[in-house]
């Protein structure tokens, strides 16, 4: 099969609310931190017309999850690598990703008391973050041809009395982290399950 070119049309579902998607795109990281791209990674290229992407997440934005609070929201972050990394270059058919999940929620840690509390340095709180992804190909008809899905969990902690700055840091590591995740297991199940649609690299 050979590769003609075909201009790639991204479309942003419209199931979040505009000033949430809007929130989404405003929450640029400072300058302390990198900006996350992911051109570098290459195309992963699909013999589709047009490619998707909607969400099902939709972000509490309160306790206990803070992804909203991040210097990258995780929604936003999966979005940009979807952009930048899916690519379509074909006639006909249509592929939509689907984020199921995008969380980081904050869980309080038991503190000892007493003297050997105040002498130790203790972990006060600790932060789960999922990711969970569809990637599905649809005919023109609107009927599904093959499916695969791809998650991620990480954890970390942060100490007492941890600073805002330091807690930010903690969730753009973990944004990082379960997005280059996502990033691999999607790769690898698109290459065993979606070769039909998938041209060579």
């Known amino acids: 099969m050979w590769m003609r070119r075909y201009k790639a049309i991204v479309i942003l579902s419209a199931v979040l609310p505009a000033f949430l998607l809007a929130g989404c795109e405003t929450s640029a990281p400072s300058s302390q931190f990198p900006e996350l791209t992911y051109r570098h990674l290459g195309p992963l290229t699909l013999d589709v017309a047009r490619i998707e992407l909607a969400t099902r997440y939709i ?64 972990q006060s709180a600790r932060y789960d973050g999922r990711a969970a992804v569809l990637l599905e190909i649809r005919d023109d008809g609107g009927r599904q041809l093959a499916f695969v899905t791809a998650r991620a969990t990480r954890s970390l902690t942060v100490a007492e009395g941890a600073s805002m700055a330091q807690r930010e840091k903690v969730w753009f590591a973990l944004t990082e982290d379960l997005v280059l995740d996502i990033n691999r297991r999607l790769e690898v199940e698109a290459r065993r399950h979606l070769r039909a649609y998938l041209f060579a690299r």
């Open 59 to 122: 972000p509490p934005l309160k306790p206990p999850n803070v992804e909203h609070r991040a210097p990258v929201a995780l929604y936003a972050a999966i979005r940009r690598w979807a952009g930048q990394r899916l690519k379509a270059a074909g006639r006909r058919n249509v592929a939509n990703l689907i984020i199921l999940d995008a969380s980081i929620r904050e869980v309080p840690l038991p503190v000892k008391g007493g003297l050997k509390g105040l002498f130790t340095s203790q």
